[in-house]
């Protein structure tokens, strides 16, 4: 990749602007970049789109390998592109560090919809930290609505961390369940409910129908026992077939009355905003982290301090203050 040739910010905002997807393409991959000069484009390009994003809904679906993520992705896609939408997919997975199979799985479990011209799939790559990956797939997510996306969804493997980033990036947070798993009411956490906006149970399809019902009538029973969210909406239980597509034109119909909710009692900007704040928090912390990581002396004294600290001769936390002080020792000219 090093060798490609990379045009002006302008010859990227202008074809993003004017959907162009290979520029579209490109601009992710120098938002995905770790070279110093394509980190600089891409913030241009970034910068130069920002007036003209915001305007999709941003979805995330979560849920556990194999709950049909991506099969429900290819009939929910199927159904919010024919009612006229623009549908872009991000695929994140940053619990794996080779990827490169499950994006290969997903680009042929997505074929009809990686075919259509109305929608977008783009798998984002695993990054080393949890920090580098959510603030690409915000980025890629901003090009794609100025591209003229205005559905975007964004999936993720559930585990823990990477459910948060995106949490923190979508409007709309939903959970894909399994009825059976013999977790029906242990599941329902109070940090699982307090982060999705819908528990969807897959797979209500053939002999699964009748379980999947009782389900969601037990864990409709189960979320009345939790209070509306600031926001003001109860988390809604629903059951679907990505299969068939049994259920979703009703998912798709909640999301959009949340929307209408959200955006009526104020909720929608003053969560988004919010967002905004904690992406820049988000960063900094990201960036004095790798800053200080990534320095040659901090490597270096950071082998034996830790030698040390393992054994117990040193105190950890007086190296770390030790070892942050020497950092910033070492940058007195930089900031
Ligand atoms: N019966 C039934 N099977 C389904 C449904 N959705 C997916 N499957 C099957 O379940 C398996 C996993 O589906 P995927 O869509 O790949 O699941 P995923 O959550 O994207 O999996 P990962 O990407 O590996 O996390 C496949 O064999 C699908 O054919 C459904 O609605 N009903
Ligand atoms: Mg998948």
């Excluded at 082998?303 to 950092?327: D, N």
Aim: hydrophobic content about 40%; glycine content about 10%.
């Amino acid at each position: 990749m090093g060798k490609r040739s990379r045009f002006t910010p302008d010859v990227y905002i202008q074809g993003i602007l004017a959907g162009d997807r290979i520029l579209l393409s490109r601009a992710i991959t120098l938002v995905e970049s770790s070279l110093e000069s394509d980190k600089l484009l891409a913030s241009q390009v970034v910068e130069g789109v920002l007036p003209h994003t915001g305007n999709s809904v941003r979805i995330g679906i979560t849920g556990v390998p194999g709950v049909g993520k991506s099969t429900f992705i290819e009939s929910f896609g199927a159904l919010v592109v024919d009612q006229g939408y623009h549908l872009a997919v991000l695929a994140i997975d940053p619990s794996s560090q080779q990827t490169k199979g499950s994006i290969l799985g997903d680009k042929t479990r997505m074929e009809t919809l990686a075919r259509d011209n109305r929608a977008y799939i783009r798998p984002s790559p695993a990054g080393s930290t949890l920090g580098g990956v959510s603030a690409k797939t915000r980025e890629a997510m901003l090009l794609c609505e100025a591209a003229g996306f205005d559905v975007i969804i964004i999936e993720t493997v559930g585990v823990g961390q990477s459910e948060i980033a995106v949490k923190g990036m979508v409007d709309f947070f939903l959970l894909l369940m399994l009825a059976g798993a013999g977790d029906e009411l242990q599941g329902i956490k109070k940090g699982i409910v307090e982060m999705c906006d819908a528990l969807v149970i897959n797979k209500a399809d053939g002999e699964r129908a009748e379980v999947a019902k009782r389900a969601k009538r037990e864990y409709a029973n189960a979320l009345h026992l939790f209070p509306a969210k600031e926001n003001n909406w109860f988390p809604q239980v629903k059951v679907c077939s990505g299969l068939t597509a049994d259920g979703l034109p009703e998912i798709w119909e909640m999301i959009q009355e949340y929307q209408t909710q959200v955006k009526e009692n104020g909720y929608f900007n003053s969560n988004r905003s919010s967002q905004r704040v904690n992406w820049m928090h988000e960063h900094i912390r990201f960036l004095l982290e790798t800053s200080f990581y990534n320095n040659p002396s901090i490597q270096e004294s950071m082998k034996t301090i830790e030698e040390g600290v393992r054994g117990g001769a040193f105190s950890s936390i007086a190296k770390a203050k030790q070892l942050v002080e020497m950092f910033y020792g070492l940058n007195k000219d930089k900031f």
